[in-house]
């Protein structure tokens, strides 16, 4: 396939201009934008990895936005006959995520497009997409000075009050700011793609901890793990059996990580490397990614599936899936939303829609795990649905390295 090269700032295509090529961005970055009532609005910035002009290639038409290079680019451009052709070589299952990723870029781009006016003249897009600029310098500078940490969240049994893993969360130690949580920024490094990296970077850095807790409690075999201090009543009530089974983790994935068969790769060669047994990892992954395109996120869950971690479905209940739709997808536990649990405990209704959510999830044969318990009413309520385990202020906030490395020798 043809390359082109591109300076920064020279303009790629123009709104309006004849195109029958799509282009597939090598290196450096690229500007989408369109003219709206006289001025300039950002559509997208791109990066490596990233395509863009391929509704040229579904049919043959004016470009719709404008493309410049915002540093020297390199790239690959495609046509209508080459893709066409590609399709027909391509194995099936590189056929159906190719016609998937077209499908995601044409119906962003319009989206996009349409929203540009309704937004303000287009001027608050234009807006956002500044500060994003600003933001994503930030983040890469971040990535490469290491400012990025994790903080882990003791996840327990609620039967027993064991704590059975952690799950890894996202901190930002800003040299100005101070600790930035993740609404702070993950939304801009999905948008720009950077969230792939750092989910790699998130991945091994998890594994890497997940390493040293296990050393420090012992494998399984081990002496019992001791049970976190705000549920020493609801042990000593019980006389549940000390769990042995070895720690595991849990690691957020973002859809945009699984955009790509070969990111889905790079994860499961980190998994191997690891050396820990993958069935002690577990993937979340939101209902967006299954609601947004099924297909594709069939594919890339059986994918990661081969791998042998387990795949947690997060923030369940807030988003629009139904229960009967989550069989079609290789899901291991349900993770109950925190709004839920808020209400649970003094909400009849709630009570009963995660007694529900319990009982078909044990039917269908995955664990669930309750998000958000900080009072005992929900942790008692959340016991009596029969629900597996839990994870909330009321037992731990999310700790450092060495705060949860401290907790697990308490
Ligand atoms: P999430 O996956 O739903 O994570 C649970 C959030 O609830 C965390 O917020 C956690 O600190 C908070 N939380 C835990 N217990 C309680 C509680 O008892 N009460 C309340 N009110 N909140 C509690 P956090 O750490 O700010 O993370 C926010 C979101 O950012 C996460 O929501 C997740 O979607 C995303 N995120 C975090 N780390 C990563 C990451 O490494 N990669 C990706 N892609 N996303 C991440
Ligand atoms: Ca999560
Ligand atoms: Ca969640
Ligand atoms: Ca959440």
């Known amino acids: 396939l043809p390359r082109k090269r591109f300076a920064a700032g020279q303009e790629i295509f123009a709104q309006g201009d004849e195109g029958d090529n799509a282009y597939f961005i090598e290196q450096g970055s690229v500007e989408i934008s369109t003219e709206r009532a006289g001025r300039k609005v950002v559509i997208a910035r791109l990066g490596s990895g990233d395509l863009f002009g391929e509704l040229a290639l579904i049919n043959r038409q004016a470009r719709t936005a404008t493309a410049t290079a915002l540093r020297d680019v390199e790239l690959v451009s495609i046509n209508a006959a080459q893709l066409q052709r590609a399709l027909r070589e391509a194995n099936p299952l590189l056929r159906k995520l190719l016609q998937v990723n077209l499908g995601r870029f ?84 999905e948008r720009t793609g950077q969230i792939v990296d750092i989910g790699q970077w998130v991945l091994k850095e998890a594994l890497d901890a997940l390493k040293s807790f296990q050393l420090l409690v012992g494998n399984a075999g081990a002496g019992p793990r001791p049970p976190l201090t705000a549920l020493a009543e609801v042990r000593d009530s019980l006389t549940s059996e000390p769990r042995r089974d070895a720690l595991f983790m849990s690691v957020n994935i973002s859809g945009r990580q699984l955009f790509e068969l070969q990111e889905i790769d790079r994860l499961g060669d980190t998994i191997k490397a690891s050396g820990i047994d993958p ?58 939303d925190q709004t839920f649990v808020a209400t649970m405990g003094r909400d009849p209704k709630s009570y009963r829609i995660v007694r529900a959510i319990v009982g078909l999830a044990r039917d269908m044969g995955m664990e669930t795990i309750a998000e958000g318990i900080e009072r005992n009413t929900q942790l008692s309520a959340l016991r009596e649905v029969g629900c597996d385990s839990g994870q909330g202020y009321l037992m731990s906030r999310p700790a450092s390295f060495r705060e949860a490395r401290r907790l697990l020798q308490m």
């Open 106 to 189: 044409q119906w962003t781009q319009q989206f996009m497009l349409q929203n540009a006016d309704s937004l303000n003249g287009g001027q608050s897009l234009e807006h956002q997409a500044r500060a994003d600029l600003a933001l994503e310098k930030e983040i890469s500078r971040a990535m490469a000075q290491r400012e990025f940490e994790l903080h882990y969240q003791p996840i327990i049994t609620l039967e027993g009050g064991w704590t059975v893993g952690f799950e890894a969360l996202l901190r930002w130690r800003h040299p100005t700011r101070g600790l930035v949580y993740p609404d702070g920024f993950i939304g801009v490094a």
């Open 279 to 336: 069935a002690l990892i577990k993937l979340e992954v939101t209902e967006s990614l299954l609601v947004d395109d099924p297909a594709h996120a069939r594919v890339a869950l059986q994918l990661l599936r081969e791998y042998g971690v387990r795949i947690a479905l997060d923030d369940f209940g807030t988003g629009y899936s139904s229960l009967s739709y989550l069989h079609e997808f290789p899901l291991d536990a349900l993770k109950i």
